[in-house]
């Protein structure tokens, strides 16, 4: 007893694995009864014993056994998580219970499989049963035959597939053992009991005295009649059906007849793949001149078209040859045996033979003309049997026109086949329009005058009378001879039919009078379907047949509900018993003192108050399981309860009551007490709202299906109508909280009550609430309230009007407490959250079939137009009184589909808007009558009629908006309808196609239509139509996007060689337009079919804090990866394939592929060589992807048999490149391999799938800078060249691109190799391709890829043009005219000895191709070049064009006592400017020193307009080159600044002369280099961009453009607005020119943008000109017309995006922002906006990882600025509000990545508290943190970065400054920016910079100009050389310092500090410059030549007053009064 005690005190998962075989029978037992009552069969203790289930079959205790499989049975039935324990479980009953000892083991054993198999887990089951077949144990294999036999015989051969079966019959009817071929017999007795003769030609591998056995047993069961007895949970609908019909037997026995299943035994044959059993050579033969090799390539096919099932492939061109043969080839043997040979093509494929039927059958009927009674007699066979591949009235136009021929014979065959045909047809078949053209077509040969037709045609008559009976074909016979009527009937008693023809039997009257009408019940919800729900101790409801009888009880059947509210209909049944009053006060005195019992009822309210105060107090003490929450309810209800007059008592009841509902278990039966009282009290001023959030709670507790119900039925009831109306908004914002969960149909009786109400409250409250399910049901909800007052139903629309674009919110209420997801796969129990509603689903729909009858579709086809009108009204008024409709509506689309054609346009009008009246009653049910009524629409788009074909578009977009364009465009409808269609119809849909596919998401379109359409897209191009030409080109686009470029140029082979080159315009236009190619999802979503709860999904990311948000995004998956279910029901095939998908990634990071490089190198496996793939390599690369741990599932498709499941490989692998990168990478040698063996596959389309993924690998990896290694090379590349000589160009093309690309990752001397080897090939197209490869390699790279050495390589080439082929000729030679470009006339030696002819070849081409060839003229070297510092002699040529010296132009000014100008020689003005001295100057050391002077004067002079002298004359030539200038050793600047404010002193190195006049000449160099960007010469503008292109490729001579970037961007802009504006549109322009400036200024702003120090300095405004002309170039159309236009586009793009990935992020984020701003102001098009808005969607993707280098204040301005420009309420006005979007996703991208700090940097904005921009930041913050940050803010980011950075320049993102600080900062710069106040702002930004080091300024700076931030600097450098020196002596600082210490400007006298100031100076000089063209940086030389002049005289300070005023009066120079960079503050 000790023992048993001891275990008895473990967890009940421990007892059942306990060592003691009595502790596990106690758990068992224990289990057994624990399991059903855990209510929730996705609790969490479920899992704790999913893995022990196979411990409990297999227990060694026989006894425990038993008990244990009791306990399975329990749990299988009960438990959620029991399908994924089917394969363990199964495989130990298999190995331990069906051959127990045990009777009872056996049958509980055999139950728990039955079971399930039940719960969808049949497949599993069958596989391991069938595993058990090869145990060694004969009683093992005798049981599982048995189980086997007995699910078959319960479920059905639907359920328990007996082909599998089959196959093992022969081995398990041979075994040894008696008993095992005992049950195999009765195994395969009952199979033939369910598929009877599909059985017995599999059975002819049997014995005969077998067969003869079974055959006696098969002829015992007669006529039995099969029934499936248990059912699956998917199939309670039929379950219900029988069992509905078990008391009327002669129905029942119907319907168990219609459902037994009547299987074709060509189900069960193994298809064979005759395709690639042809030989190679058949093609050829085939289609051979002579006869015999015709003849033996069809006795070669022959015997493998015997075969009586074909694997299925590609046919298309075994047909086209079979139908040459048989209608074109004269010799009579070989027309028979390939007749012989497409009949058993037309059995062996069924009903894949479809597509070739009715071409071979018109073929055949035109050859019955043959008279060879052999040859007649194959033709007879095949034709039979290609019918059964299509349909009469598929092939009725053919058949029709061969009873029209001329030969007898021909229509002789043709009424004989039909008269077989007709043997297959039913009544169904012939509908009058077809019986018509039949009957008189037959009618007419019966009247031939050959007697063999008129029979022929009489038995075809007669075999149809047959099938559709006398009255309905002598409507069209009319008047025939008796005799040939005789006949007629003669033939119709012989006829035996094929098919069998059940007469009608009428409907019993009883039945009909008991059915419920539509309208009396809705039809049951799919979203409710029958739902297991085991409660222990509960007995069920409802009782069901069938093995779970007792254990489940079916849920909204009835459900129960409110009356107005009309309940929900998945409501359950409360199991809480009902107590008395008194029972819940003894209840509550557990729990509660005597003393707050009777209070609570006591007459004195201060008692009340303090009694229910302290039933609060004590119930929030409570733990949930201590409460009895009905006994406490009731007590807080006792009189005067919830109706207490007193608000503050009632306020605490009502508070109590609230905490109850939250913190117990509170039940139906404890709301029932209290809910009246509540209803009541929603009127209440003073306690309504708080009534309102106790009803939400007990919503939550007691479910809102309930609830609402209830509230809204006890409302109405009230007088007051102040109640209704709290009511009606009480349950809108239930609603919005807990998501539609109600059935709408009762709740829209409700709301009616409430529109008809009096009171105006209450009727808008109906219609808020009418507003809020509008979200859930969009425009299905108005037609309920179309019978509403006109005045009422325009309040409804407007209210739907506001709703319009507002998406649902999710539900954040109703999640079902203490259930766990972590099992949640399938998303389909309403208790673990709220259902996804399907809202259709929802909507009570009418059966109209009865209504429907053939008379009325008699009169929809009548001659009468009248009588066909009075048919569509009828119809009509059918569907609007019905409004929605089922979708079992009989041959009305087929009736309407013609009536659309009709030839009154009334008519076809009507019908259009009666089909899409159809559309809108049917819904969802439209997809299955797609295929028939779209014809109609496509017909009636030919229409001439303007408005017919208007109504036709309205009608075909109706239909699309229900069946969605895949559905739509499908079956090769559109194909057909533009193959035939008018010019009107082809104008009109392209049009249609191109709207609709523009904006289509990729899956949503049936790319194998859009295939189809292709070539008639491409035809119409051309059309002579203009409009059809119109609607084509405006097609091209989105056909290229959902087919791709490649795509679409695989169809131009189809195209005519004259037309080609118009199509491949077209698609070389639009290919630049193509939209980015976009991210691929996440893998969650990616995954298809693979819906995943936390054990999925969780597992990869981190779920947030707040479980809603985690299930409502959990939800969104699951809703876009399947249709929503609410139940299990059904949902057992889906678990099945999500529990077996592999989740893990497609590939794996590792580090595996070095050491399979060295295993190959050291021979451990098999080096990858070969001419075929050989089953060792294909094993050997299964192997080393295993190891790498590929998904299981991707290698499953791989390695397929079927192409397709390859082309799903590739698809996937592609979708995973750009998320996956460095996986492909580390994987990327088994990826190429596997890709060389699908090299060698058949089927084109895989290849070309293999090409395109490669282009995208060898793209990406080139981008990430990998190395392709020589082991992936030398196992790829051989296998790519071979492809170079694919017939096909869709190969050839992407192979020589990849070819290319791999050259950027791999050397190319490695590379040329591989094409030396190519030339060895056979094939001449590979040899050519090789050959052009090895010119562009030469070429590109030069000589280097001549291996092994360029006199091998070159031979080899050469000996290429003696070559048979002209190609190959013609590529060998323009290689060696590659290499003569390079080498010049060294290439006749190298190339070695040739022929007379063949050299002559090679000259000629030379000289041809040299003639051809553009020189490029070298710069002339001149005598005497000026040099400058650091070009040394080794230096470059410069350019400059030598002229005689000049006077330097110098400063004159006036002294009193001094002399007048100071003499000297002058030099030109630009030489001067440059540098450029005479040789006297450069050779005088005294004159190297002299400083720099200009000649304001002479520039005032140049600058004047009415300048009467000669100026001088500069030509381009006489640019200086800068690469010359630039080619110096730079000079550190000094740090002193060179405009000294007064006052300031400070100490500086000494710089000589030379090196600053070096640098001040390469500046100027640059900046008059800069200003010819802008000039309209084209030579000029292309000669200044190549000299900075040379500047820019180096990276130490760059660095000296980084401050003339603005100002090069700024006239490159003003150059690209030349050409737009001017040049291209001036016809006399050359447009070749444009194209050359475009491409040299996109190359040079390439390059600034490449390089990252020169890209980040430009301004913002200058960034938005910059985008805004690129935006307005790439959507020129003139330019897309060009040669090279599109090339441009292209490079633009890449451009675009270069400046908004590397220009400074601030600036560019700014500019983009501004220029969305203007865009939508200024109305600049759709199209420029749009672009502009994709480019914003760049910065907001990249946003977060660039967000340190983000000025986050001013983006806010920026995006306030737009909201107050464009509020928001003002964008439903606007056509589109993408734009305001764009706005949001920043400003919720920007709270993602900086959280709540973003609200401290309002500091530009007034007012900020108020704005809108304020008001969404606090919006969007208020919502839970994504899961993709996992709530964590961008200020931690910033904060780890800044621990971890080892130095401050580290840190990228610097710390946030206070808004103390930041003020202090602000008022700093107003003094630097004022005239008073400079210097001392200048010091206290010193200061302050030193007292916060961390301080980040640039902000600040980075509004301002360049000038002014150089100023900042360059004060904040003097202030701190000032501080450095204060303790030096200022008299031995002046005298060792003199004047190079204190600056330039320090000589200078100033009379007057305070009134004084030095940027009025600087202003003025700045003026003059810029009235010059130049720089305004060259002020500070400017200002240092003044002050040496004046220092070189005689020492003497020169008094700046003084020196103002001479300049004033001399060049009328006024002084700049205004404050200095008054702008920039």
């Known amino acids: 007893m000790e023992e048993d005690t001891e275990y008895l005190k473990l967890p009940l998962e421990d007892r059942c694995v306990h060592k003691l075989w009595k502790a596990r029978l106690s758990g068992y037992e224990e289990c057994t009864k624990h399991f059903p009552k855990i209510v ?342 095949a034709i039979d049997a290609v019918f059964q591949a299509t349909n009469i009235e598929a092939i009725q136009e053919t058949v029709g026109a061969a009873l029209a021929n001329k030969n007898p014979q021909v229509k002789a065959e043709t009424a004989a086949f039909l008269s077989r045909a007709f043997c297959y047809c039913t009544p169904a078949v012939f509908n009058k329009k077809l019986l018509k053209v039949y009957v008189t077509d037959l009618v007419k040969t019966l009247n031939e005058s050959d007697p063999t037709v008129r029979d022929n045609s009489a038995v075809a008559l007669g075999v149809m009378l047959r099938v559709v009976g006398e009255k309905q074909i002598m409507l069209f016979i009319g008047e025939v001879e008796n005799l040939k009527m005789q006949k007629i009937k003669e033939a119709a008693e012989k006829a035996e039919l094929k098919v069998k023809i059940s007469a009608p039997k009428a409907k019993k009257a009883a039945p009909k009078k008991e059915a419920p009408t539509p309208a009396a019940e809705p039809p049951p919800s799919t979203t409710a379907p029958p739902r297991k729900v085991v409660k222990a101790g509960v007995k069920p409801g409802a009782s069901s047949t069938g093995p779970a009888k007792g254990r489940k009880r079916l849920k909204g059947g009835g459900g129960v509900g409110g009356g107005g509210g009309g309940g929900g209909g998945v409501v359950e049944e409360c199991t809480e018993a009902e107590i008395s009053l008194e029972e819940a006060i003894e209840k509550a005195s557990q729990v509660l003192p005597e003393d707050v019992i009777s209070g609570v009822t006591d007459a004195n309210w201060k008692t009340r108050l303090a009694a229910v105060e302290s039933f609060g107090n004590t119930i929030q003490t409570l733990d949930r399981s201590e409460i009895p929450c009905q006994a406490l309810v009731r007590v807080l209800a006792q009189k005067p309860g919830f109706k207490d007059n007193n608000f503050q008592v009632l306020k605490l009841r009502l508070e109590a009551l609230k905490t109850l509902a939250e913190n117990s278990d509170f039940t139906r039966r404890s709301g029932e007490v209290c809910i009246q009282d509540l209803v009541e009290k929603l009127g209440d001023p003073k306690n309504g709202s708080l009534c309102g959030e106790v009803l939400m709670n007990i919503a939550e507790a007691a479910k809102l299906q309930w609830v609402g119900p209830e509230v809204m039925t006890r409302a109405f009831v009230q007088k007051s109508p102040k109640i209704q109306e709290m009511a009606l908004k009480w349950l809108s914002d239930a609603i919005t909280d807990f998501g539609f969960v109600l059935q709408p149909k009762a709740l829209i009786g409700d709301i009616k009550k409430a529109l008809a109400h009096t009171n105006p409250g209450v009727r808008t409250a109906g219609i808020s609430l009418c507003g809020t399910i509008y979200l859930y049901m969009g425009a299905t909800l108005r037609v309920f309230f179309e019978d509403e007052k006109p005045a009422l139903l325009q309040q409804i629309d407007s209210e739907f009007e506001k709703m319009n674009g507002t998406s649902p919110p999710a539900p954040t209420r109703g999640l079902n407490r203490g259930s766990s997801t972590e099992n949640d796969d399938d998303g389909d129990d309403v208790d673990s959250g709220p259902a996804v509603i399907n809202v259709q689903d929802l909507v009570p729909r009418t059966n109209i079939s009865d209504q429907l009858t053939s008379s009325l579709f008699t009169e929809l086809s009548d001659k009468n137009w009248k009588v066909r009108n009075e ?36 008519l076809a009008l009507e019908a259009l808007r009666l089909t899409a009246s159809l559309s809108a009653a049917l819904g969802p049910n439209c997809k299955p009558h797609t295929r028939n009524i779209v014809p109609g629409m496509l017909a009636a788009l030919g229409d001439s009629k303007q408005n017919v074909r208007q109504q036709a578009l309205s009608t075909l977009n109706s239909w699309v908006e229900q069946t969605g364009l895949k559905e739509t465009v499908d079956g090769e409808v559109f194909s057909d309808a533009l193959k035939s269609g008018s ?25 194998e239509e859009l295939h189809a359409c292709t070539q008639y897209l491409f035809m119409a191009l051309e059309d002579r139509n203009a409009d059809v030409r119109k609607g084509a080109n405006e097609a091209v686009l989105p056909f290229m996007i959902h087919l791709g470029y490649d795509g679409m140029v695989k169809h131009t082979s189809k195209v005519k060689p004259s037309s080609k080159n118009t199509v491949m315009q077209a698609l070389e236009k639009a290919k630049p337009n193509l939209p980015a190619r976009p991210q691929p999802k996440p893998k969650a979503a990616a995954v298809g079919g693979a819906g995943r709860g936390a054990g999925g999904a969780a597992a990869e990311r981190p779920q947030a804090s707040a479980p809603a948000a985690g299930r409502g995004a959990a939800a969104g998956v699951k809703k876009g990866l399947r249709a929503p279910s609410a139940t299990r029901t059904g949902s057992g095939s889906s678990r099945k394939d999500q529990e077996e998908v592999d989740t893990s990634p497609l590939l794996q990071l590792n580090n595996l592929k070095q050491q399979r490089a060295s295993d190959e190198q050291r021979l451990r496996v098999l080096r990858w060589d070969f001419a075929t793939p050989r089953q060792e390599f294909i094993t050997q690369l299964k192997d080393q992807m295993t190891a790498a741990g590929l ?67 060898f793209q990406c990896v080139s981008e990430e800078g990998y190395h392709l290694l020589d082991h992936e090379a030398y196992s790829f590349l051989p296998f790519l060249v071979t492809k170079f000589g694919d017939p096909k160009d869709a190969i050839r093309g992407p192979a020589r691109n990849i070819a290319k690309l791999i050259c950027n990752i791999y050397p190319a001397s490695k590379v040329s190799p591989y094409m030396m080897d190519g030339l060895k090939a056979k094939n001449a197209r590979q040899r050519a391709e090789c050959l052009e490869a090895m010119g562009n390699l030469i070429e590109v790279y030069g000589m280097s890829v001549c291996q092994p050495s360029p006199g091998v390589a070159l031979k080899e080439i050469a000996k290429q043009i003696a070559d048979r082929d002209n190609s190959v000729r013609n590529a060998a030679l323009n290689a060696l005219v590659q290499v003569y470009f390079r080498e010049g006339e060294k290439v006749f030696k190298l190339v070695g000895n040739l022929s007379d002819k063949d050299m002559s070849l090679l000259e000629e081409r030379i000289k041809r191709a040299a003639k051809n060839r553009p020189v490029i003229k070298k710069p002339p070297v001149e005598p005497e070049v000026p040099t400058v510092r650091g070009g040394g002699a080794s230096g470059r040529a410069n350019r400059v064009i030598p002229t005689p010296a000049q006077p330097a132009p110098v400063i004159t000014r006036e002294r009193e006592g001094a002399d007048g100008a100071t003499g000297g020689e002058q030099s030109s003005l630009l030489k001067s400017r440059f540098g450029m001295r005479n040789q006297q100057q450069q050779q005088s050391s005294a004159n190297a020193n002299a400083p720099f002077k200009i000649d304001y004067g002479l520039i005032e002079k140049l600058l004047e307009d009415n300048d009467t002298t000669e100026r001088p004359q500069y030509k381009i030539e006489e640019i200086p080159d800068m690469n010359s200038l630039l080619n110096y050793k730079p000079v550190c600047p000094t740090p ?143 330019l897309a017309q060009l040669e090279d236009g599109p090339q441009i586009i292209r490079a ?114 007034e007012n900020a508290q108020g704005s809108e921009l304020h008001k969404y930041l606090t919006k969007t913050l208020k919502k839970p943190k994504t899961e993709d940050d996992g709530g964590v803010g961008d200020s931690n980011r910033l904060a780890a970065a800044q621990v971890t950075s080892d130095s401050a320049e580290s840190v990228k993102s610097p710390k946030r400054l206070s808004k103390t600080a930041h003020n202090t900062l602000s008022e700093i710069f107003r003094k630097i920016g004022s005239k008073e106040n400079t210097k001392e702002g200048l010091i206290q930004l010193y200061e302050f910079k030193q007292k916060h080091p961390e301080a980040d300024i640039e902000p600040f700076l980075r509004k ?55 940027n009025e100076l600087v202003a003025q000089f700045k003026s003059i410059a810029a009235r010059a063209g130049f720089d305004n940086t060259y002020i500070d030389t400017a200002v240092k030549d003044i002050c040496s002049a004046e220092n070189k005289g005689s020492g003497e300070r020169l008094d700046i007053s003084e020196y103002i005023k001479t300049l004033s009066s001399d060049y009328g120079i006024e002084q700049n009064k205004e404050q200095f960079s008054s702008h920039d503050q």
């Open 1536 to 1678: 002193a600044s060179r405009l000294t404010r007064p006052g300031f002193t400070a100490t500086s190195r000494p710089v000589s002369s030379g090196a600053q006049i070096d640098t001040e000449g390469a500046a100027q160099a640059i900046n008059l280099v800069i200003s010819q960007v802008a000039t309209p010469d084209a030579n000029t503008v292309i000669t200044a961009l190549s000299q900075l292109d040379e500047v820019l490729q180096s990276d130490e001579r760059s660095t000296q453009l980084a401050p003339h970037i603005d100002q090069l961007l700024i006239l490159a802009t003003l150059q690209y607005r030349l050409v737009l504006n001017t040049k291209m549109a001036n016809p006399n322009v050359n447009k070749e020119e444009c194209i050359k400036i475009y491409r040299s200024l996109t190359n040079c702003l390439m390059m600034i943008f490449n390089n990252k120090q020169l890209g980040t300095q430009a301004t913002r405004d200058v960034l938005r000109d910059v985008v805004h002309v690129l935006i307005n170039i790439l959507l020129d159309p003139r």
């Open 983 to 1007: 010019p009107f119809l082809k104008s009109e849909l392209f049009l249609w196609m191109a709207e609709k596919l523009k904006d289509a998401p990729p899956k949503s379109v049936n790319k």
């Open 40 to 381: 929730d069969e996705r609790s969490p203790e479920f899992n704790k014993f999913a893995p022990l289930m196979k411990k409990f079959v297999t227990d060694s205790n026989a006894v425990a056994q038993e008990k244990a499989l009791d306990a399975v049975l329990a749990f299988v039935e009960n438990a959620h998580v029991a399908g994924r324990t089917a394969g363990d479980v199964t495989n130990g009953i298999v190995q331990k219970c069906l051959a127990a000892p045990k009777r009872g083991t056996q049958e509980k054993a055999l139950e728990v499989i039955l079971l399930y198999c039940e719960i969808e887990k049949y497949e599993v089951v069958q596989e391991e049963l069938m595993k058990g077949f090869t145990q060694k144990n004969p009683k093992v294999v005798a049981a599982c035959v048995r189980s086997i036999a007995t699910a078959l015989r319960e479920f059905g051969p639907k359920v328990i597939n007996p082909k599998p079966l089959i196959k093992q019959m022969h081995t398990l009817l041979e075994d040894r053992d008696k008993n095992v071929r005992e049950e195999s017999k009765k195994m395969v007795i009952e199979m033939y009991r369910w598929i009877r003769q599909a059985l017995k030609p599999q059975m002819s591998s049997l014995k005969p005295v077998q067969i003869q056995e079974l055959e006696a047993e098969f002829d015992k069961l007669g006529n039995e009649k099969v029934v499936q007895t248990r059912f699956l949970r998917s199939q309670q609908e039929l379950k219900a059906k029988i069992e509905a019909q078990a008391d009327e037997e002669e129905e029942e026995d119907e319907e168990v007849e219609a459902d037994a299943p009547e299987l074709d035994p060509f189900e069960f044959l193994e298809p064979v793949d005759i395709l690639s059993k042809l030989p190679k050579d058949f093609y050829e033969k085939a289609e051979a001149t002579k006869w015999k090799d015709r003849k033996e390539a069809v006795d070669l096919l022959l015997p493998l078209t015997q075969n009586a099932k074909l694997e299925s492939g590609d046919y298309h061109d075994l047909m086209k040859v079979l139908k040459k043969i048989i209608g074109k080839d004269t010799n009579v043997m070989i027309v028979a045996v390939a007749a012989q040979c497409l009949t058993g093509l037309a059995k062996g494929l069924k009903k894949k033979f479809s597509p070739f039927a009715l071409s071979f059958t018109e073929t055949i009927l035109e050859k019955f003309k043959e008279k060879k009674i052999n040859v007649v007699t194959a033709l007879r066979d």
């Open 871 to 906: 048919a569509l009204q009828k119809v009509s008024n059918i569907i609007s009184e019905a409004k929605f409709i089922k979708g079992d509506i009989s041959e009305l689309p087929t009736a309407l589909c013609a009536r659309m054609m009709d030839t009154n346009k009334n």
């Open 1191 to 1257: 998904n299981r599932q991707l290698m499953s498709n791989m390695f397929h048999q079927d192409f397709k499941f390859h082309i799903k490989a590739i698809d996937a692998l592609n979708e995973d490149l750009n998320s996956n990168l460095p996986a492909c990478i580390a994987n990327l040698d088994l990826v190429l391999r596997w890709l060389t063996i699908r090299f060698f596959d058949t089927n084109p389309s895989v290849i070309m799938k293999a090409m395109d993924y490669l282009q995208q690998v």
């Open 1904 to 1958: 301002s100009s360049q000038f002014f931030q150089n100023y900042i600097e360059r004060g904040l450098k003097r202030v701190e050389m000032e501080r450095q020196a204060e303790g030096k002596v200022a008299a031995s600082q002046a005298s060792e310092n003199g004047s190079n210490s204190a600056g330039p400007l320090a000589s200078i006298q100033v009379p007057d500090t305070a009134n004084f100031n030095m």
């Open 1692 to 1805: 633009i793009n890449v451009l675009v995006v270069r400046i908004v990935e590397k220009a400074q992020f601030t600036h560019v984020f700014s500019a983009l922002l501004k220029l969305l701003h203007e865009s939508v102001g200024s109305g600049g098009g759709c199209k420029f906006t749009e672009l502009v808005m994709k480019c914003n969607w760049k910065v907001i993707r990249i946003l977060p990882t660039r967000s340190n280098d983000l000025d986050l204040d001013q983006i806010l301005l920026d995006v306030h600025n737009f909201l107050v420009a464009y509020p928001v309420n003002t964008w439903a006005e606007r056509p589109s509000d993408t734009p305001l979007r764009t706005i949001k996703t920043v400003i919720h991208t920007l709270c993602k990545v900086y959280g709540t700090n973003i609200l401290s940097h309002f500091s530009k904005i």
